[in-house]
């Protein structure tokens, strides 16, 4: 176990965006580590971190991945052939590239890195870092994985010792609460967040969902041929399970809403089970239980698509931890799928963001939040039932994940916080 010692809480102040904070920073050389674990969770937290910290003066990024096909998925352009490129003002390496990489960094050593949830270094750059012959300092800062634990206060700004006094360790934690981080409010996501030129969504009276209803944004800059009819639009994202309880609850919901429903299907781990869960489920049963919502089933959306989509639309089902930190953000009722780990510790991280939003429901609407949210996650319950619940009753949840939003948005930008920080420990011995 490696000691921690605390930087001082109060010194971390809650940044805004530079036109509003007029940060005047020095030259900042930041290398960012990234391995793709899940899926492209850990590359699309990197890739907006990246784009929100460019939006600062004076900062030159190095990026190093050891996926950068699922880099070039978020954001096309990228070229996942190349061990070394420059894109939108960066450097982008091959983690594996060591030869490529350790010219490169040997010409230009390292002054801070950002090593993301918990990835390791490269062999090459340890002996990099850790070589008696280099004498700067490299300072590591460990960008962990979103929780909204308490533990993420508890290690935010923690030191940590390593084999060399000239490469110093420090924990940042992204979370919920003033005393984390915060989340990455990139200019990108916050202009999403805007309602459209045109004004709001039709109004369509005598049911309070059909105000909700919208016809589906193009997607990649697709224009529809003939006018599309409003619909309530779900965006569906999850991991595999069985989604036949979640098909059941929509299409009780689909005959409650006063309007067309349709879901909208991302690509990912969990399209496949859904997609064949739908069809089931329009083959075995009976003409007056099929469903009667509509499936469209989604291309892959590069990142700022993604955002977009989002933020149009009224209900998700959602993972991932960039996913998440969008839904948070986005303001409307929305349904985490949390990453399954052993003995269902995925339970714990639930109930943790469900804590955190306790304040924000009424008692009533919250266990309707909480017994869909857990359920859904594999805890004991009816998930039909469950999920049911939830769906009805979300005119009236809608002001609550809205007051939700509202109180991250007051955290501060995590991008703004980093070069407060990184600036600030630059400049200690």
Same mark, same amino acid.
């Given at each position: ?106 010409? =230009? ?21 850790? =070589? ?123 005959? =409650? ?153 007051? =955290? ?18």
């Amino acid at each position: 176990m490696e000691k921690t010692s605390a930087v001082n809480p109060k010194e971390t102040t809650r940044s805004q965006k530079p036109e509003q904070s007029g940060i005047s920073a020095p030259f900042l050389d930041v290398t960012i580590l990234c391995k793709v674990v899940d899926n492209f969770g850990d590359i699309g937290v990197v890739f907006r971190l990246s784009r929100s910290l460019s939006d600062f003066p004076n900062i030159s990024l190095r990026i190093i991945t050891d996926n950068l096909r699922a880099f070039s998925l978020l954001s096309p352009g990228i070229n996942p052939g190349a061990d070394e490129q420059f894109f939108n003002g960066w450097q982008i390496f091959n983690w594996n590239a060591s030869d490529a990489c350790l010219s490169a960094f040997t010409k =230009n050593p390292p002054h801070l890195i950002i090593e993301c949830f918990q990835c390791g270094r490269p062999e090459w750059l340890d002996h990099l870092l850790f =070589n008696i012959k280099i004498p700067n300092i490299a300072r590591i800062i460990m960008l962990d994985y979103l929780t909204a634990e308490t533990y993420a206060e508890t290690f935010h700004c923690l030191k940590s010792l390593t084999r060399s006094a000239r490469v110093q360790k420090v924990n940042f934690m992204p979370g919920f609460t003033p005393k984390t981080g915060g989340l990455i409010l990139d200019r990108q996501f916050l202009k999403s967040l805007q309602p459209d030129k045109g004004g709001a969504c039709p109004s369509l009276p005598s049911n309070p969902l059909r105000s909700f209803a919208c016809p589906l944004p193009p997607l990649l800059g697709d224009t529809p041929k003939t006018p599309q009819e409003p619909s309530f639009n779900i965006l569906f994202f999850s991991y595999p399970q069985n989604h036949t309880p979640v098909i059941n609850a929509i299409q009780t919901f689909s005959k =409650n809403a006063g309007c067309p429903v349709k879901v909208l299907l991302a690509q990912g781990a969990g399209f496949d089970s859904f997609k064949s869960a739908y069809k089931s489920a329009r083959e075995e049963k009976s003409p007056s239980e099929k469903p009667i919502f509509k499936l469209t089933e989604l291309p892959f959306l590069p990142q700022t698509d993604w955002d977009a989509l989002m933020c149009k639309t009224p209900l998700l089902f959602i993972r991932g931890e960039d996913s998440l930190s969008r839904a948070c953000l986005c303001g409307v009722p929305f349904i985490w799928n949390a990453y399954p780990q052993s003995d269902d510790y995925q339970l714990v991280k639930v109930q943790a963001l469900l804590d955190r939003m306790r304040p924000h429901f009424p008692p009533e609407l919250f266990e309707k939040t909480e017994a869909c949210w857990l359920t859904y996650n594999g805890a004991q319950g009816n998930l039909n039932s469950a999920i049911t619940n939830f769906l009805l009753s979300y005119a009236e949840l809608r002001p609550c994940f809205k007051d939700f939003s509202r109180s991250l948005l007051q =955290n501060g930008d995590l991008a703004a916080n980093l070069i407060e920080f990184m600036i600030k420990i630059s400049s200690q011995p």
